[in-house]
C-alpha cells in the first residue's frame, strides 16, 4: 500500500501529558500537511512542509504545538501539556506539485486523540 | 468565519436515484475546488476536482458543477449507490495559496437500498 499512513490510529492521554504523532505520506510527495477535525466540522489546516521547510502555520497552531520534517520524508506533530480541547481527529495529507492548476491533497487515516 | 460552506448537514436518497450535494463559498480568490467522501474512522477520500477555468468535470458516476458567480458548487452523483453511503465534504484553495484548503463542514448521504 503506497497511501499516506499515520501512527497511532488512536491515542487517549490524560490532561498535561505530552503525544506525538507520526505521518508517512507517499513517497513521491514532496509537500506534507497536518489537519485538525473536530465532530460535526471539516478538517482545519494546521501547517504546511514543502520538503523539510514548514512553509505555513494557521493560527490554531499555539506554542504547544510543534511539527517537523527533519528528511523531508516522515513528519511528526507534537502536542505538549495537552488540554481537553486538544482531543479531535488528527489528520496527515501529503501532494505532489501539480504541473497544471490545482493540486490535490490526499490523506492518511488520521489520529484520534482523546485527552481525559 | 467559514469561507465554505455546506448548508445541509444530511442528505437521504433512494438507491439508483441522483444525489445532489451543494456548497457555497464567500472566497472570491478561490479557484481550485474539490470533493473529498469519508467513511468513519476512516480519512477523506479524493472523489473529483474541478478549476475555475471550467463549469462542469465528470468523472463516471460523479459530476462536479461550478457556477463561479453564485459561488457555488454541486457535487452529483447518478445513480446512487448504497456504498456511496458517506459524508461528503467540498473543499477549496486559493489561486496565491494553493496548498492550504479550506473544508465545508459536510453533508452526511445516506443512500437508502
Known amino acids: 500500500d503506497t497511501g499516506v499512513s499515520q501512527d497511532p490510529r488512536h491515542k487517549i492521554t490524560k490532561r498535561g501529558q505530552n503525544v506525538t504523532f507520526r505521518c508517512d505520506p507517499i513517497s513521491e510527495h514532496n509537500r506534507l500537511y497536518w489537519y485538525r477535525q473536530t465532530l460535526g466540522q471539516g478538517p482545519e489546516f494546521l501547517t504546511y512542509?514543502?520538503?523539510?521547510?514548514?512553509?505555513?502555520k494557521s493560527r490554531l497552531l499555539s506554542d504547544r504545538f510543534s511539527a517537523e520534517r527533519p528528511k523531508g520524508s516522515f513528519s511528526t506533530l507534537e502536542i505538549q501539556r495537552t488540554e481537553q480541547g486538544d482531543s479531535a481527529m488528527y489528520l496527515c495529507?501529503?501532494?505532489?506539485?501539480?504541473?497544471?492548476?490545482?493540486?490535490?491533497?490526499?490523506f492518511g487515516p488520521g489520529t484520534r486523540l482523546l485527552v481525559l | 468565519d467559514q469561507q465554505v460552506k455546506q448548508n445541509s448537514p444530511s442528505l437521504s436518497v433512494q438507491e439508483g436515484r441522483i444525489s445532489i450535494l451543494n456548497c457555497d463559498y464567500t472566497?472570491?480568490?478561490?479557484?481550485?475546488f474539490l470533493w473529498y467522501k469519508k467513511y468513519p474512522a476512516e480519512g477523506p477520500t479524493f472523489l473529483i476536482s474541478?478549476?475555475?477555468?471550467?463549469d462542469k468535470n465528470e468523472d463516471g458516476r460523479f459530476t462536479v458543477f461550478l457556477n463561479k458567480s453564485a459561488k457555488h458548487l454541486s457535487l452529483h452523483i447518478v445513480p446512487s449507490q448504497p456504498g456511496d453511503s458517506a459524508v461528503y465534504f467540498c473543499a477549496a484553495s486559493e489561486i496565491y495559496n494553493f496548498n492550504k484548503f479550506y473544508f465545508g463542514s459536510g453533508t452526511k448521504l445516506n443512500v437508502k437500498p
Open positions: 472566497n472570491s480568490m478561490f479557484d481550485y
Open positions: 512542509f514543502q520538503n523539510e521547510a514548514q512553509l505555513e
Open positions: 495529507a501529503s501532494s505532489h506539485p501539480a504541473r497544471d492548476v490545482g493540486e490535490t491533497q490526499y
Open positions: 474541478i478549476s475555475s477555468i471550467k
